[in-house]
């Protein structure tokens, strides 16, 4: 009777613990998100009031004669030095009336003040799933509403530059910025165990890194999917600590993969993965999409950064046309809410072709041919 009631015990601490790693996965992705939204704010409101000095000084300039000072009243120079002036004052007056600088601040600020709400109220959920004083069910379901408000803000978010991404990554790895406390910023190494296709594979992850307990369900959907007969060089875009192409060289040794990202925490487990393992042809770098990638590939996997924003992904799969092969595939995982239809859309107008190669649980493994 003992043991039975500890198993029980046991399962029930386990779909504790398997909630929370969920809503963390989740937390995480809010903090990136809302961090990026106003960093956007802060990149428009800062332009904003560049224009605005520069309108204001192009303006008194011309209108009281201080360039009379380096010219004669009367000489050919002031004249012209007078319609660059004047030429130049329009120039910005016409950007601040076509581009309203202030509204896409606020879209932004609006943007991230509707995530921060998501934010606290997963906080909370998590302080709830630690005191284990309601019911997984009762839990879940409170997580599900938060959910469907959330995949409502990512639909509606306004996009956002790849300068904004940078200034978040910035704030959040480098200055902390008040979002992460410590104990979620310092690293707390761990180890993931994952059986794949007949290997038992052994990840190094880390705290700042995306699912990092566990291979996230995309990933393992876009694993059991693709097929990479006859395929001789792969790009993995977004690779984090490696979970797609260490878990695909296992199967296929003779391949040459390339890994790129920006989190320099995942790349560094990657390589740490592919040193334990022994790994050969398997290079890891730091690249923005495809900033640093100067080869062609036979295919190139994704599990995008949906918390990068809508330009990130669209990047990815636009640009991916260029670093492919001929016959070359692009092959990536999106769950249908966070934009598997647009994403799909994207590839079809890229290439031409899209085809769903498999729908599970909401997730999407889309493939185009060039």
Known sequence: MMRHEEAFMSDNTNEYQVLLDVVRQNYASVVWTHKIQIKQADIYATRYRHLENI????????????????????????????????????????????????????????AAEHFLVVRNELLHLIGEI????????????????IEETLNALY???????????VAASIALGTNKDYTYTNDEIESRPTIIHFDYQGHSIEFHSDRGVFSKDSVDFGSRTLLDTVNLEGVKSVLDVGCGYGALSISLKMVYPNIAFDMVDVNRRAMELAKRTIEDYHLEDMHVYESNAYENVEKTFDMIISNPPIRAGKS???????????????????????????????????????FGNAEVLKRNKGYYIIQSIK
């Open 312 to 350: 990130v992904v669209t990047t990815i799969l636009k640009e991916s046309y260029s670093h492919l092969n001929k016959n070359g595939r692009l092959v990536i995982v999106i769950q249908k809410k966070q934009g598997a239809p647009s994403a799909k859309k994207c590839m079809e107008e890229v």
């Open 155 to 165: 639909l509606s978010a306004p996009s956002t530059t790849d300068d904004a991404v």
């Open 130 to 145: 630690h005191m284990q004083e309601k019911s997984v069910n009762e839990l879940d379901e409170k997580f599900h509403g």
């Open 55 to 110: 309108n204001v000084i192009l303006a008194a300039a011309t209108s009281c004669g201080a360039v009379s000072i380096f010219a004669d009243q009367d000489s050919f120079v002031l004249k012209i030095a007078t319609v660059i002036l004047s030429f130049i004052t329009t120039a910005v007056t016409t950007y601040l009336k076509c581009f309203d600088l202030k509204a896409m601040e606020k879209q932004h600020k609006d």
